[in-house]
Structure formats: C-alpha cells, structure tokens
C-alpha cells in the first residue's frame, strides 16, 4: 500500500467515525440531565431507532453536498451507493420505530375518540413517514414510473426537506425527550445544520459557479450518436482537474437550476488556458439536445470532483472502457500524451459495433504519442473481423495482458453490467482491491 | 466491488446504531 492510499484509508476512517458521531452522540445527549420516567425497554429502544433514522436522514444532505474533501477518499460514484443504502435502513429504522410501538401496546398509538384529540405531534409523524416512503418508492422506481430524471430531483428535495423537518416536528410536538429546552435546541439546531447543508449546494456554491461562466466554444459530432463540448471559461482562470475526474454540468438557465448533470471531463488535463471538454452520449433524454446547443451559449460547471484517476504505477496503465465510459479514458490517454509519459498502456474498449467506436480516429493517432495497444472487443462485429468480439471479460484480458496481473493499476469504466463482470474478472485474476479504481458513470 | 465494501459500511452502520439503541434503552430502564 503507498503512502496515497494510506492516507485515504485514515480519512475514511476519520469520516466514518464522523458520520457516527453525528447520528450517536445526539441520541445519547437526550439521556443527560433531567428525564421523564422510563418507559419500559420496547419504547425505548423504539424511540431510539427513530432518532437515529432521524440523524441518519438528515446527514443525507451532508453525503450529497459535495464536499470534496468528504468524497475524494471514496469515489462520488461510492458515496451515492452509500446514500443510497444507507437511506434503506433509515427509512427502516424510522418505520419500525411506531412497529415497535404498535407491538409493545403503546398507549400513545391507541386510536382516539376525535380528531381534534390526535396530537400534532402524531400528524408530524405521519407527514415525515408519508414523505419517506414517497421519496424511496420514487428513487428506487423512478424509471419504471416514467419520471423525468430532472421532475425526480426537484420532488426528491422537497419530500427529504419534509421528511427531515416533519420528523423533528413531531419530536418537538411529543415533548417527551426535547421537552428540556437545551435538548431542543440541540435537535433544532442539528435540523438546521442539515437543511443549511442542503443550501450550500443549492444557493451559496450557485453564487460562486453564477461568477466563473463557461461559454461554448465548439459542439464537436462524434461517432456513437456522441457530441463533445469544448467550453472556454468566461473572465476568469478555469480550474484544474485530474484526468478521469468529472464536473456537474448546468446547460440551459443558471447555476441555481436545481439540476444538473454530471459528465466525465474528456480533455487533456494539461490544457493551460482552463479550457475544458465533455463528451456526451445521446441517450434520449436531456442529453439528446447536446448536438443542438448552439456555440457561444453560456454554461456552469461545479468541478472537479471523482476519486478515478491515474495513479503512479510501477509498470502498466490498463484502461477498460465500455461504451460512452471512454470519454474519462480519453483524458487520461490525452494527458499521458501531453506529458510525454512512455510508460505502457493497453486500452480495452468494448462496443456495440466499429461505426460506434467514439474517438476512432483519435485513438488511432494518439498511439503515436504514447506506448498504447488498443483492444477493440466488438460486440456485433463487421463481416471479415479479426479481433476480439462479445464483451469484455477475464479471458480477453488474460489473451492479452502480460502477468504477473496484479502488477498492474486497473482503470475501468462503462456500463453497470460491464463493470460488475470485469470487478468479478479481476477478483478472480487476484488483483488486489487496492490496484483498480472505477468510476460508474450512471451513479445518480 | 467498491460498492460492495460500501455495502459493508451499511451493514456495520446498521449493525451499530441497533446496538447502542439497544444500550440507550437498556440505560433508561436501568435509571
């Protein structure tokens, strides 16, 4: 393990230790100082699952609010997979928690005599759980219910926002734990340092992106139904970023647009001028108005962010591209060119068929530049073909990789199916964890 | 299987939290 890896395997432990301070400690502060009478242990333990789910929801925010220092150590692509799960067992934990109620015969789940009886608190309840379980039957489901990725996002912030806040609201209503007023304020307090989270991403990053434009330069075709914008940034400097990193791209309205899309950068990363350039697929939603945009427009970009980027390894680079997963690939071909390195690289580059092949050309050309093999695995190859066909997996890369494999620094990068198969490869080639990075480039 | 070891920090988050719930309860029976 070098020294980079071991640094980010401290950070993560660091904010992991974070992350369970932040859902453990307020839940132990309500036992200091004055308490109401216990109420058996079903109660108990059910009232502490529901603050945790409580803690756990809120820090939702903080996992998607971009902090790079939070999210490097980990990939983007993995911290959404946690957000993702991790929003499971809330959601769990917070519905077991009036289960557990039910089950114990709590007194405060029996049915009253009227409405106005009910308390608020209990409204709150069903307000918060009510959003809940809107917000995941949505985020799991959203393509089989044929909703909009950018119609989703908008509600997913809305229902978490009433989640959150409907949850502390019904704590607050029930005065049992939070009738301390320090204790309040501490939940209160908490509340409002998710939902400020939630706001930086939303307005105060908006506000730094609204002055550091980008303006279209070039909407270059590509092969593969593909178009690449080559953006100049506007009045000031640009930013650097890492081959293989990724930017939040803002095309139509201005940064405080509620959505916007990420794309992997797929330029040289030696570029002085700041300038920068994605390649976007069509894919029949928001991206099949790429080619249209017209040159000259003005665009955001929030970057760099993404854990996937070329290393320092002791002898071979080998790339595994499949589909529009090239474009992250391409940076790092294009920046390892532009550095004069000579150290090898094999690209395997797995397509539906040769006219699909983005960067054809190009890849072609930049052999030149760099000590690259490229391994095409086509998976409708043209009649005559000689080369790899079907997928990508452990037999083509053993074919063509020289051992000992666990030599080398895996970078792999493509569809969901793709990616699984060659983690699996790998395992089975023995190459440690340590040695392959991905980037799963559908991670929202 | 990055996301896998993801997955595993899910399980010990889950595995954790129902624990010290289970310690917070038993703390407020116990006065």
């Known amino acids: 393990m070098n020294s980079v890896q071991q640094r980010d395997l401290v950070r993560r432990a660091v904010w992991s230790a974070i992350y369970l301070l932040f859902i453990l400690a307020p839940l132990f502060a309500l036992l200091l100082g004055a308490l109401p009478p216990s109420r058996g242990f079903g109660t108990e333990f059910s009232v502490a699952l529901g603050y945790s789910g409580l803690a756990m929801m809120g820090l939702q925010f903080g996992l998607t609010a971009r902090f790079r220092y939070v999210t490097q150590p980990w990939g983007e692509d993995v911290i959404y997979h946690f957000h993702r799960r991790i929003s499971l067992l809330a959601v769990g934990l917070v519905v077991v928690h009036p289960i557990i109620l039910f089950a114990v015969g709590s007194k405060h789940l029996a049915m009253p005599d009227s409405v106005q009886d009910v308390p608020l608190g209990a409204y709150f309840a069903v307000l918060s759980l009510g959003s809940l379980v809107v917000l995941v039957v949505m985020a799991l489901w959203r393509t089989q219910l044929k909703i909009s990725y950018e119609i989703w996002h908008m509600t997913h912030i809305m229902l ?18 939070l009738v301390d007023p320090w204790k309040r304020a501490l939940w209160t307090g908490m509340t409002i340092f998710w939902i400020v989270l939630l706001l930086y991403v939303r307005i105060i990053k908006p506000l730094f992106m609204l002055r550091r434009p980008y303006r279209v330069a070039e909407v270059r075709t590509e092969r593969g139904d593909a178009s690449t914008l080559v953006m100049q940034p506007e009045g000031h400097g640009g930013f650097r970023f890492r081959p293989g990193q990724f930017g939040w791209l803002t095309l139509w309205g201005s940064p405080f647009k509620i959505t916007g899309h990420p794309f992997s950068f797929s330029s040289s990363a030696e570029v002085a001028d700041g300038r920068v350039e994605m390649t976007i ?17 003005r665009v ?15 002898d071979m680079h080998v790339l595994v591209a499949g589909g529009v997963g090239i474009t992250p690939m391409m940076s ?23 006219d699909s092949v983005i960067f054809r050309e190009e890849l072609d050309a930049i052999k030149a530049r760099l000590n690259l093999s490229i391994v095409y695995v086509i998976a409708k190859p043209p009649e005559g073909w000689t080369g790899e066909k079907g997928y990508v ?32 490869a790998l395992g089975d080639m023995h190459v440690p964890l340590s040695k392959y990075h991905s980037e799963r480039y559908s991670f929202v | 299987m990055r996301r896998l070891f993801a997955d595993r920090l899910v399980l010990a988050t889950a595995v954790i939290v129902i624990a010290m719930a289970v310690l917070f309860a038993f703390t407020r029976i116990a006065g």
Do not use: Q
Request: aromatic residues 12%; glycine residues 12%.
């Open chain 1, 300 to 314: 955001y970009l929030d970057g760099p962010y993404g854990a996937f980027t070329i290393g320092n390894p002791a």
């Open chain 1, 281 to 297: 697929r069509n894919l029949g939603d928001f991206t099949s108005a790429i080619p249209k945009v017209p040159v000259g427009r």
């Open chain 1, 332 to 354: 790092m071909l294009r920046t390892l060119a532009d550095r004069g390195d000579k150290r090898p690289v094999i690209l395997f580059y797995g397509v539906k068929d040769w």
């Open chain 1, 393 to 424: 997996d452990a037999a083509v890369l053993k074919r063509h990789l020289p051992p000992p494999f666990a030599e080398h620094e895996y970078f792999i990068c493509g569809p969901n199916v793709m990616m699984d198969s060659i983690e699996k």
């Open chain 1, 160 to 177: 978490a926002v009433v989640a959150v806040g409907g949850g502390l609201l019904h704590m607050v209503g029930w005065s049992f734990y």
